[in-house]
C-alpha cells in the first residue's frame, strides 16, 4: 500500500532553522510530483508548492515562494520542506501529499502524510 | 491565480440530509476540480477526481458535477461519519488552489 510517513512534531524558536521530511513507499517515488500543504490551527489548507523527485523540478505557489524550500533525495524516496528562519506565523501542520494525474492536465492528492506540527514560539 | 470561491463555509444538517456545496473557479478550468473530506486531527481524503469520479472505496451517496466555473458537490442522505469539513481544489498548469472548506455539523 502506497504510504507518506512524515517526521514528527518540531518546537523551535523564532529565527531558528528547520527541514521536516516525507518518506514515501510502497510506489515509484520519481514518478510523482509531492505537494506541501499547510494548515493553521483552525484554518483551511494552503497549497504552498511541489516538487519531482525524479528530476527535482519545483514549483511554488506565489504565497510560499522564497518563504520555504522543497527539495528531495530519490535514493532515499524523501521529500522535505525547509526554513531558514522561522516565524511564528508559521506555526501549523504540514502535510505532504502526492499528486496523481487525471483527465486532461487534472492533478488531484490521492495519498497524504499524517502531518507534521510545527509550533513556533519564543 | 485562479481563485475558488466555495459556499456555504459551515451549515447544519441532520442524519439522512441531502447536502449540497458549491465550488465556483474565478476563469474555466474544465473539469480539473475535486473534492475532500477532513475529520478533526486528520489528514484530508480523497473523495471526487475530474468533477465526479468516484475515488475508489468512497460511498456512492457522495457525488460530484459540475464543468468550466461552477461545480457541485453533494451528499445524497447524510451519515453520523460524513460530518467533517469538505474542500475544493482545481488545479491550473500545476498551479493549485483550495476552496475556503464548507465545515458540515449536526443538527
Known amino acids: 500500500e502506497v504510504q507518506l510517513v512524515q517526521s514528527g512534531a518540531e518546537v523551535k524558536k523564532p529565527g531558528e532553522s528547520l527541514k521536516i521530511s516525507c518518506k514515501g513507499s510502497?510506489?515509484?517515488?520519481?514518478?510523482?510530483?509531492i505537494a506541501w500543504v499547510r494548515q493553521k490551527p483552525g484554518k483551511g489548507l494552503e497549497w504552498m508548492g511541489i516538487?519531482?523527485?525524479?528530476?527535482?523540478?519545483?514549483r511554488y505557489s506565489p504565497s510560499f515562494q522564497g518563504q520555504v524550500t522543497m527539495s528531495a533525495d530519490k535514493s532515499i524516496s524523501t521529500a522535505y520542506l525547509q526554513w531558514s528562519s522561522l516565524k511564528a506565523s508559521d506555526t501549523a501542520m504540514y502535510y505532504c501529499a502526492r499528486l496523481s494525474e487525471g483527465d486532461g492536465y487534472n492533478y488531484y492528492f490521492d495519498y497524504w502524510g499524517q502531518g507534521t506540527l510545527v509550533t513556533v514560539s519564543s | 491565480d485562479i481563485q475558488m470561491t466555495q459556499s456555504p463555509s459551515s451549515l447544519s444538517a441532520s442524519v439522512g440530509d441531502r447536502v449540497t456545496i458549491t465550488c465556483q473557479a474565478s476563469?474555466?478550468?474544465?473539469?480539473?476540480l475535486n473534492w475532500y473530506q477532513q475529520k478533526p486531527g486528520k489528514a484530508p481524503k480523497l473523495l471526487i477526481y475530474?468533477?465526479?469520479n468516484l475515488e475508489t472505496g468512497v460511498p456512492s451517496r457522495f457525488s460530484g458535477s459540475g464543468s468550466g466555473t461552477d461545480f457541485t458537490f453533494t451528499i445524497s442522505s447524510l451519515q453520523p461519519e460524513d460530518f467533517a469539513t469538505y474542500y475544493c481544489q482545481q488545479s491550473d498548469n500545476l498551479l493549485l488552489t483550495f476552496g475556503g472548506g464548507t465545515k458540515v455539523e449536526i443538527k
Open positions: 475530474d468533477a465526479s
Open positions: 476563469q474555466d478550468i474544465s473539469n480539473y
Open positions: 510502497e510506489y515509484s517515488f520519481t514518478s510523482y510530483w
Open positions: 516538487i519531482y523527485p525524479g528530476d527535482s523540478d519545483t
